[in-house]
């Protein structure tokens, strides 16, 4: 995958593009700055829109490679904070598409009594 030209590559670019094209509604964060305390307020707004999504029966896919900080990727995130207008010394936080997904059960859970101690 590591070989743009590649059909493997390829193959996985057509398929996302795909998702991403024809996603219904995308949904993203954005803060004024990129400080530590306005990344962890970023991760509890963007918590509180997945279970408000999932309270909805909505679904979110994180669509975060574009917001990656290395030197392969810096026209990709240069684009997407253009794109959505997400100016100087602002950060786009957290990017998604946002819709129906498949109907999955929830995951096993122990019982907390069971996760608790006493010391």
Do not use: C
Not at 38 to 55: C, M, P, S, Y
Request: aromatic share 6%; net charge negative.
């Amino acid at each position: 995958l590591a070989d743009p030209q590649s059909t493997a590559f390829q193959q996985g670019l057509d398929i996302n593009r795909e998702l991403i094209e024809t996603a219904m509604a995308h949904i993203w964060v954005a803060t004024e700055d990129n400080s530590r305390q306005t990344q962890l307020e970023a991760g509890r707004a963007w918590v509180r829109i997945n279970l408000k999504a999932t309270e909805l029966g909505l679904s979110t896919q994180p669509l975060s490679q574009a917001l990656q900080e290395y030197p392969e990727v810096r026209s990709h995130f240069e684009e997407v904070h253009e794109m959505l207008k997400v100016g100087d010394g602002s950060r786009l936080q957290m990017l998604a598409r946002l819709g129906y997904g498949p109907q999955i059960d929830p995951s096993p859970r122990w019982p907390f009594e069971t996760r608790l101690r006493n010391v």
